[in-house]
């Protein structure tokens, strides 16, 4: 692009001085190359703009949350990085500049990398994504948890029912608290993709459970799909899961 | 903390559209716009501590390509350039031949294409000229904050939206031609 075009290109913009754009304008009538130029940006900026759209309704809700997740599990991280007083006392040179560096690695890496991945490792499904950050941060585990038979089996639900879109994927996700166990049920009318390293498991259509953050994932699918995530050993996933009030 | 996220909520929310529209053509194949979105506004979120009040808008853009640049790099996928032809030899014009009053060009191409093919020929454009016809034409953006997200002189932003918008105009009338219409 010459000097010319690219003056054609500011007059086009409407940034050039009053005088300047007379000048253009006289220059318009008289040369056909310069006059085509101008039908053709026209033709294309209107073009361009039938492609306006607006944002999907529910998208600021899902930006929301996703916003809201990444937040808690920054929180979440700092509070796990602390150690209680008594060894933050004896061990405080070592936490330093490793454990909040750790901490904030961790929560970055559940927060972002999880869909985009480096080169050459296979991406864990966006809706599967959605969900695990979900149960990463909401709510707030201490470490592995496991069951514990002796307290109340009876299924009590935790907060509100959330909705979230995720790989173009609706999916309803709920959070329950059971025998001193809390776990995040997802369900979706479409089928949650297996990640990357999920293992065919025994359940309802093409049941899968994967290990994926310090989680266990475990779905089944029938006339919905139902994906439990919690953190508990794998083993004991199909028990808690069996025991959930799910679809 | 608690304030920090709706913060950065309050602050970049309003925005969603313009993201969005960003999203939608700079997304590659296999990557969904409301993810890429998604993914821009969680890495905003990470760096907010460090935004320091400039233009949220161009911040975001800027994010969101950077965001599609890295996942296409991934992909190995790159957009091919297809040559486009002068909108003037294919569009036949007759009423300005006459000396009357002749259509408008971009009356003309977009009534003869819907936005599929619109959105499909847009595809086909230089990614820096397709960059900046999405963030100016289609997002809205100023050429000074499209030059801020991308980076390089406004004057730059400038002559790549003029040769975007006409190779697209040419790309528009021969698909209007291959499909029989005038």
Known sequence: ?????????????????????????????????CWQAVREDRAGRGAARLLRQPAPPGLADRIGLAVEVAAATRLRDRRVARPPRHARASAR?????????????????????????????????????????????????????????????????????RMVTAGGQR?????????????????????????????????????????????????????????????VPAAELAALAARLPIA | MGGDHRAFLDATLPHLDLVYQVARHVAGDGLEPEDLVQETYLRAYAGFGSFRGGNARAWLAAICLNVARSEARRRRRRPSEVP??????????????????????ADVVIAGLDAREVSRCLALLPEPQRVCVVLVDVAGYSAREAAEALGCPRGTVLARVHRGRRRLAGLLAESGVSHGRP
């Open chain 1, 171 to 231: 999916i309803v996700i709920r959070t329950w608290r059971l025998g001193g166990v809390e776990a995040v049920v997802a369900v979706s009318g479409r089928p949650f993709p297996m990640p990357p390293g999920a293992a065919r498991a025994a359940g309802g259509g093409m049941a899968w459970s994967a290990r994926l953050g310090g989680l266990s994932l475990y779905c089944r699918n029938g006339r919905t799909s139902e994906l439990v995530a919690a953190p």
């Open chain 1, 1 to 33: 692009m010459d000097g010319h075009d690219r003056q054609l290109a500011v007059f086009l913009a409407g940034e050039l001085d009053p005088a300047a754009a007379r000048q253009w304008d006289a220059h318009l009538l008289e040369c056909d190359q």
């Open chain 1, 93 to 161: 040179s070592r936490w330093r500049g490793r454990a909040g560096a750790g901490a904030l690695a961790a929560g970055a890496a559940v927060a972002l990398g999880v869909f985009l991945l480096p080169a050459g490792r296979p991406a864990v499904p966006a809706a599967v994504t959605a969900v695990a950050r979900y149960a990463h941060a909401v709510p707030m585990p201490s470490g592995e948890q496991s069951l514990h038979h002796g307290e109340p089996t009876v299924p009590v639900e935790v907060g509100r029912p």
């Open chain 2, 84 to 105: 486009a032809r002068a909108l003037l030899d294919v569009l036949p014009l007759a009423g300005e031949r006459n000396g009357e009053a002749a259509p408008d060009v």
